[in-house]
Antibody, heavy 119, light 106 residues
Framework: DVQLVESGGGLVQPGGSLRLSCAASGFSFRSKWMHWVRQAPGKGLVWVARINSDGSSTSNADSVKGRFTISRDNAKNTLYLQMNSLRVEDSAVYYC????????????WGQGTPVTVSS | DIQMTQSPSTLSASVGDRVTITCRASQSVSSWLAWYRQKPGTAPKLLIYKASNLESGVPSRFSGSGSGTEFTLTISSLQPDDFGTYYCQQYSSYWTFGQGTKVDIK
């Protein structure tokens, strides 16, 4: 079965850093593009970042450009999101999601990891 | 950026009712539109892709239609398990979600 398990969330002060991980299993991780999507408390879904299958190409939402970096380790079947210069408005549940090959929509999502940015 | 607007924001319907949710894009997204359902405390689940294609394992009471800027998700006969918040997502240019439609069962 396809599984995506996020970890690394927690409480951090404004201006701080956090690295999220998403451990993938049950499929060929190295062949899939992957994404991070976040959801602030009581709010909707917002796309954050995307990485291609070999990690050579990434793109970020404008709201996180220059602060967040998506990366992957295909040997470890793990996706990462390095979050720097965190702001209160970055508080959310962060989901990793798998993109359907060549089709750009998401077929599997993890259960999410919560990030709270507060002093 | 492409903006997605859903209506209504909330709806309450009875078991067996036909339910329709609308999603409008600020510019054409062709048929590059997906629908997801999210239940409280859980991850979103893919229902429909490319506007009208039913994801494997999703009950046939769900259907999607539309192209360009206007799309609909229809549940032909609402079931108790269909509660949750439904989101449309365009993937024509990057990825944008609608604000969600919360469906309650009366």
């Amino acid at each position: 079965d396809v599984q995506l398990v996020e970890s690394g969330g927690g409480l951090v002060q404004p201006g701080g850093s956090l690295r999220l991980s998403c451990a993938a299993s049950g499929f060929s991780f190295r062949s899939k593009w992957m994404h991070w999507v976040r959801q602030a408390p009581g709010k909707g879904l917002v796309w954050v970042a995307r990485i291609n299958s070999d990690g050579s190409s990434t793109s970020n939402a404008d709201s996180v450009k220059g602060r967040f970096t998506i990366s992957r380790d295909n040997a470890k079947n793990t996706l990462y999101l390095q979050m720097n210069s965190l702001r209160v408005e970055d508080s959310a549940v962060y989901y990793c999601a798998r993109e359907v090959a060549g089709s750009y929509y998401f077929d599997y999502w993890g259960q999410g990891t919560p990030v709270t940015v507060s002093s | 950026d492409i903006q997605m607007t859903q209506s209504p924001s909330t709806l309450s319907a009875s078991v067996g009712d036909r339910v329709t949710i609308t999603c409008r894009a600020s510019q054409s997204v062709s048929s590059w539109l997906a629908w997801y359902r999210q239940k409280p405390g859980t991850a979103p689940k893919l229902l429909i892709y490319k506007a009208s294609n039913l994801e494997s394992g999703v009950p046939s009471r769900f259907s999607g239609s539309g192209s360009g800027t206007e799309f609909t998700l229809t549940i032909s006969s609402l079931q108790p398990d269909d509660f949750g918040t439904y989101y449309c997502q365009q993937y024509s240019s990057y990825w944008t979600f609608g604000q969600g439609t919360k469906v309650d069962i009366k």
